[in-house]
């Protein structure tokens, strides 16, 4: 069974600076997919970024990065230099695509507060 | 273009009455899905399809009732539904084949069951 955990609840800070949520899931399949997941208060999940299970090569996109460790089964996020208007609810989740559809394992999520 | 729509963005309903939501989605995506969310929760997977067929159920109560009438169009139809069932219901769509397997998912309905 798959299973993903963020262990932070919740997560306050001041403009401007860094926050790195922690993300460590759980399968046996070879082949799966990761997922970051933004809500903000509107209720919209807003899709970030995805990571295959066969490239392990953590990039930089704007303000956004990603360290992605098969060994240690991590898939953590980064936000750099926080605004408030990244103030949400953030979810890891991980799937492995099947004809079936793509079944999604969410973890529980952490809030982010960025606070003026 | 990924975007998502559902409509209508928040309903209330009795135990009685009987209502659609409905998503749409034009990426030409082949898989689409129904979520349940609760408040400080994380989404709850309720139904998928595939190609247009049902393909998973996640043991849903039959008061929920989904429809894919084509390739862009999920419907989710609400009957004698319980206080319980008050939630945010999101919808989603992914690609079936390819490497780009995430969901968009569109906007929600918050439901209210009285």
């Known amino acids: 069974a798959q299973k993903v955990t963020q262990a932070q609840t919740e997560i306050s800070v001041v403009e401007k600076e860094d926050v790195t949520l922690d993300c460590v899931y759980e399968?046996?399949?070879?082949?799966?997919?990761l997922f970051w997941y933004k809500q903000p208060p509107s209720g919209e999940l807003v899709f970030l970024i995805r990571?295959?299970?066969?490239?392990?090569q953590n990039e930089i996109s704007g303000r956004y990065s990603w360290n992605f460790q098969k060994s240690t089964s991590s898939f953590n996020f980064t936000i750099t230099a926080s605004q408030v208007v990244d103030s949400a609810v953030y979810f890891c989740?991980?799937?492995?695509?099947?004809?079936?559809?793509?079944?999604?394992?969410f973890g529980g999520g952490t809030r982010v507060l960025v606070k003026p | 273009d990924t975007e998502v729509t559902q409509t209508p963005k928040h309903l209330v309903m009795g135990m009685t009455n009987k209502k659609s939501l409905k998503c749409e989605q034009h990426?030409?995506?082949?898989?689409m899905y129904w979520y349940k969310q609760k408040a400080k929760k994380p989404p709850e997977l309720m139904f998928v399809?595939?190609?247009?067929?049902?393909?998973i159920n996640e043991s849903v109560p039959s008061r929920f009732s989904p429809e894919c009438p084509n390739s862009s169009l999920l419907n989710l139809h609400l009957h004698a539904l319980q206080p319980e069932d008050s939630a945010l219901y999101l919808c989603?769509?992914?690609?079936?084949?390819?490497?780009?397997?995430?969901?968009?998912f569109g906007p929600g309905t918050r439901l209210t069951v009285t």
């Open positions: 989740a991980l799937s492995e695509a099947a004809a079936a559809g793509n079944k999604l394992t």
């Open positions: 989603a769509s992914s690609h079936l084949t390819g490497t780009s397997y995430e969901q968009y």
């Open positions: 990571r295959n299970s066969f490239d392990e």
């Open positions: 399968t046996r399949d070879t082949t799966y997919y």
């Open positions: 990426m030409g995506h082949r898989a």
């Open positions: 399809y595939s190609y247009e067929k049902l393909s």
